[in-house]
C-alpha cells in the first residue's frame, strides 16, 4: 500500500522542476553566443535525430525495467546534456547537449504518464488520470512560458550559469524521484527471475505493435492527435518570427507568446467539464479552432495572430487531454510505456515531414 496523493505530488514536483528553466530560449542564448541560423538548425536537427533513434526503445526499457528508473536515468542524461553544454566551445559539442538533451526528453516522455495512470489503477482512480494530464499539460505551458520569459535574464547572467542552474534543480528532482514507488505490471511480475533482456524488450516491442494492429481505433487517434498537436506547435513557432515583422513592439513579445501559453493552460482545464460531450464532437472543434487560428496568423494584424496562437493552443491542450485520456483507458499496463513513446515518434514524424512544408507555406501566404 502507499499514498497515491503523495504519489501524484512527486509526479507534479518533478515536472514543475524539468520545465522551470532559465534556458527555455535556447535558440537566442545560441544566437547570442555567435551561431548562425544555418548552425543552430543544424543543433535542432540533432536533437530531432536523437529523438527518433531513442523514443521507442526508452519506452520498452521503461515497461521492461521499471518507469521509475528511466526518469531517474532521463535526470542524469539532462544534467550530462548541462555539463556538456557548460564546456561546449564549438558546434559538434553543442550539437551533442542538444541530442543528449532530446534522449533526455525520450526517456520522460512514456515513463512519467504510465507511472502515474499505473499507480492511480493500483489505488483505484484511474478515473481521475484526465485530472492529472490536464495538471500536466498546465505545468508545461505555465513554467514553459515562464522559462521563456526568462530569455533575457539567461543572456545577462551568461550561458554557463543558466546551464548550471539546470543541474542544481535536475539534483532536486533526482532526490524526488528515488522516493517515487514503482509499480509493477502483471507480466514484470510473472516474469521469472532469469531472463534475456533483448528477449524480454524485443517481446515488449512486439507485442505492442500487436496491440495496435488490432486496436485500429488507437493509432487513429494518435495520428488525428499528432496532426492537430503539430499544427498548432508549428503556428505559436512561426509566430516567434512573424510578430516582429507584423509590428508588435519588441518588449511585448514575450508577454503575447506566454498569451499563447495561457491558451493552453485555459483548454487543458475546460475540458474537464465536457466529459459529456463525444470525441468526435470536441475533436470536430478543436481541430476547427487550430485552422480558425491559422487563419487569423495570416492577417498580418498583431492582435489577431496572438488571438490566434491564443486559441490554437487552447484546443490543442483540450484534445490532448481528451486523447490521451481515452488511449490510457485502452493501452495494456505491462506496454503502456511503449505504446506512449509509440504515439511521440508518430507525432515526431508527423512534424519532421511538415515543419519543411508548413515553413514554405507560411512564407508565401
Not at 240 to 250: E, M, N, R, T, V
Not at 323 to 330: F, G, I, P
Request: charged share 15%; glycine share 8%; proline share 2%.
Amino acid at each position: 500500500m502507499f499514498n497515491i496523493k503523495h504519489q501524484i505530488r512527486k509526479l507534479y514536483a518533478s515536472s514543475i522542476l524539468s520545465n522551470l528553466s532559465l534556458t527555455g530560449a535556447w535558440v537566442a542564448i545560441l544566437a547570442a553566443r555567435g551561431f548562425s541560423l544555418p548552425e543552430i538548425g543544424l543543433a535542432e536537427t540533432a536533437y530531432h535525430v536523437a529523438s527518433l533513434l531513442t523514443e521507442i526503445p526508452s519506452g520498452t526499457l521503461a515497461d521492461v525495467f521499471g518507469r521509475k528508473r528511466m526518469l531517474l536515468i532521463s535526470t542524469l542524461v539532462h544534467i550530462l546534456a548541462s555539463a556538456v553544454m557548460i564546456l561546449s566551445n564549438d558546434l559538434f559539442m553543442v550539437c551533442l547537449s542538444i541530442a543528449l538533451y532530446a534522449v533526455c526528453d525520450s526517456f520522460a516522455s512514456g515513463s512519467g504518464d504510465a507511472l502515474a495512470y499505473d499507480s492511480l489503477k493500483s489505488a483505484g482512480r484511474e478515473a481521475t488520470f484526465d485530472r492529472y494530464e490536464s495538471n500536466q499539460l498546465i505545468i508545461y505551458r505555465l513554467f514553459g512560458g515562464i522559462s521563456i520569459l526568462c530569455a533575457g535574464f539567461a543572456l545577462i547572467i551568461g550561458y554557463r550559469i543558466a546551464y548550471a542552474t539546470g543541474i542544481v534543480t535536475s539534483l532536486v528532482q533526482i532526490g524526488i524521484l528515488s522516493s517515487l514507488k514503482e509499480i509493477r505490471t502483471d507480466s514484470a511480475e510473472s516474469r521469472p527471475a532469469v531472463f534475456s533482456p533483448l528477449k524480454a524488450l524485443l517481446g515488449c516491442f512486439r507485442d505492442s505493435l500487436r496491440f495496435l494492429k488490432q486496436e485500429t481505433k488507437a493509432f487513429l487517434l494518435m495520428m488525428t492527435n499528432s496532426l492537430v498537436g503539430a499544427a498548432d506547435i508549428l503556428l505559436l513557432f512561426f509566430l516567434q518570427a512573424k510578430l516582429p515583422s507584423a509590428g508588435i513592439p519588441d518588449e511585448w513579445l514575450g508577454p503575447a507568446l506566454f498569451l499563447m501559453q495561457v491558451g493552453g493552460i485555459i483548454g487543458a482545464k475546460a475540458i474537464l467539464k465536457l466529459k459529456k460531450q463525444s470525441y468526435r464532437t470536441i475533436f470536430m472543434i478543436t481541430a476547427g479552432l487550430v485552422l480558425a487560428g491559422i487563419v487569423l496568423e495570416h492577417t498580418g494584424v498583431s492582435l489577431l495572430m496572438t488571438a490566434g496562437g491564443f486559441i490554437a493552443a487552447l484546443a490543442d491542450d483540450a484534445l490532448q487531454v481528451r486523447t490521451n485520456t481515452r488511449l490510457q483507458n485502452m493501452f495494456p499496463s505491462e506496454q503502456r510505456a511503449t505504446l506512449i513513446s509509440i504515439e511521440c515518434f508518430t507525432f515526431s514524424i508527423i512534424m519532421m515531414v511538415l515543419s519543411p512544408l508548413a515553413g514554405f507555406f507560411f512564407q508565401v501566404w
